[in-house]
């Protein structure tokens, strides 16, 4: 499933749905009912999200052929188009891997014993991979269309101040703490807290503010 993590990894707001991942491939070959069961609930995770996204709230008896049509409209294809044909088709093999699932799933109506140690072999090793490598199509084609069609806004970046700009603090705290030597170099400790933790230079640079506009304040 590197195709689908990949595409995980470039939409940052899909990571959580690598829990399945991980449990799809543990299980793929020591107890492929229990892959099944993970790939059917990343299925409806993505198809619910989307819906969720988009403001539809599906039922919550919905099978899982129905929540990817819904995600498959939420994202903005209309009934006439060919991908809409493809996704109905992808959703029917969604919907198949759930009854599947409850077919040989450990925990699906109870089972007997011996039912229990042979459900796994229902399923050819064949049949196991091409599953798995829908559910990982099917992921990757709902993921990617709805990021392409409702990319997520990013809030602008907050300027970054310049070092200079910041010499009565920069003093202060080369006062307090002094340089650093290494060799034949010489760095202030300002410069370096600057260059290495940003977000900390920062931090300081506001505490010795406040406390300078505080002393300035009349008693």
């Not at 492929?32 to 995770?45: D, I, M, Q, V, Y």
């Not at 559910?135 to 084609?141: E, K, L, P």
């Amino acid at each position: 499933m590197e195709r689908l993590k990949n595409v995980i990894a470039q939409y940052g707001r899909w990571s959580p749905l690598n829990d399945y991942i991980e449990r799809i491939e543990a299980y793929k070959t020591t107890d492929f009912s229990l892959a099944l069961e993970n790939a059917k609930a990343l299925l409806e995770t993505i198809g619910k999200e989307i819906c969720n996204c988009k403001g539809i709230e599906p039922e919550q008896t919905i099978t899982i052929n129905s929540v990817l049509k819904k995600a498959f409209t939420a994202i903005g294809y209309q009934n006439d188009d060919v991908v809409t044909q493809i996704s109905s088709a992808l959703a029917t093999i969604g919907q198949k891997i759930g009854e599947l699932r409850n077919t040989i799933g450990p925990t699906a109506h109870g089972r007997q014993l011996e039912d229990l140690k042979t459900r796994n072999e229902k399923v050819d090793g064949f049949t196991q991979n091409f599953l798995i490598d829908v559910t990982s199509i099917i992921a990757c084609f709902l993921i990617s269309a709805f990021e392409t069609e409702h990319p997520r806004e990013h809030p602008p970046q907050e300027s970054k101040i310049l070092y200079a700009e910041n010499e009565e603090f920069n003093d202060y705290w080369d006062e307090t703490y002094g340089e650093f030597t290494m060799g034949e170099y010489s760095y202030t400790v300002s410069e370096i807290l600057y260059n290495v933790d940003y977000r900390a230079y920062i931090s300081e640079l506001k505490t010795y503010t406040e406390t300078k506009e505080e002393d300035q304040c009349p008693k």
